[in-house]
């Protein structure tokens, strides 16, 4: 018998509390007219309302439906789900790992980083969820209510730290969570969204479904960002033969076959000189897989665009 007490945070007022790996296991979850609370949900969910929520700080395990934000001001958040929105919201900070477009409305002052967060049972809370960790839209905002003149949102510092906006859980209970917020060890690839690119040169890198798909994007991420470069977007998604022909033009019947797997995993990456460094990583670290790399820089923006443009279609962004 389910109570709901025990998936409910009401009326608390300078307390920190929070929900273990295990205990809520995909329920609703309800955060009501709480002041100057640190609340941590460390488990997976069906869907989240928080409500008059104010001076608080909040983290949210992975959400396999939305999370839905309504007269909350001056939070701090860390967000994982498939649907994001504020409602009569002022002054917020979020880092955020959204499959869909998030959404605020009649919302001021919002500020958006890209969630980064690890702690050992995330990854399958992810999993349970229902969530992809490279599908992540977090600065891709759409602002149901815009004001000509003024812009309700922003993004957050490309530095600012997790841990400065919502520090590690002080309660003796939550402590035993091994929270790591080392921005390399974060369970989603940390990606500059919609940030201005330092170079006009990007190149698509594609990994096809197998037993180290994610480990494999993850082995690139590492190389790539150690050299330098800097990881744009991710997007795990289906494709069919005719999008291959579509992205992967001339090379693509080699690598129709491998489409029936499952989802494929694309990465964006930017810099000077990113193809080379692109190709030549997948050559020494990845011999043995097949994996669709940009041929060189003139082909490789068109390349993101035609994966990125089906992609956004595909999810009906």
């Given amino acids: ?43 997976h969910s069906a ?60 919302s001021t002052g919002m500020k958006f980083g890209c969630f980064q967060y690890y702690y050992p049972e995330l990854a399958l809370q992810f999993k349970d969820a229902g969530l992809s960790i490279f599908n992540n839209t977090w600065s891709n905002i759409h602002d149901f209510t815009p004001v000509s003149g003024e812009n309700n949102w922003g993004l957050l510092p490309e530095d600012a730290v997790v841990q400065d906006y919502v520090p590690l859980p002080s309660s003796e209970e939550l402590k035993g969570v091994r929270i790591s917020t080392d921005a390399t060890r974060s369970i989603i690839p940390i990606t500059r969204g919609r940030r201005q690119k330092n170079s006009d040169e990007s ?78 990583i997948t050559n020494e670290v990845f011999s043995g897989t097949k994996v669709f790399v940009s041929e060189n820089k003139a082909s490789a923006s068109q390349d993101v665009d035609n994966f990125y443009n089906f992609a956004d279609m595909q999810m009906g962004m």
């Fill in 47 to 106: 869907t989240i309302t928080i409500d008059d929520c104010v001076n608080c700080r909040i983290f949210l395990g992975p959400i396999k439906g939305s999370v839905f934000f309504r007269d909350c001001k001056d939070c701090k958040c860390i967000v994982a789900c498939q649907q994001f929105r504020t409602r009569d919201c002022k002054k917020m900070e979020v880092f955020l790992c959204c499959a869909t477009q998030p959404i605020i409305e009649s």
């Fill in 203 to 280: 190149c698509l890198a594609v990994f096809f479904a197998g037993d180290y798909t994610t480990a494999n994007a993850r082995k690139l991420i590492d190389e790539m960002t150690v050299k330098g470069f800097q990881l744009v977007q991710t997007k795990e998604v289906t494709m069919k033969a005719e999008d291959a022909h579509r992205v992967f033009r001339q090379s693509a019947s080699e690598f129709i076959p491998l489409l029936e797997k499952g989802p494929v995993v694309a990465l964006e990456f930017n810099g000077d000189g990113a193809v080379e460094g692109c190709r030549s």
């Fill in 1 to 43: 018998q389910v109570d709901p007490k025990d998936y409910t945070f009401s009326g608390l007022k300078d307390e920190t509390v929070g929900r273990l790996p295990g205990k809520v296991a995909g329920q609703q979850f309800i955060i009501q007219d709480c002041e100057n609370c640190s609340i941590y949900i460390f488990d």
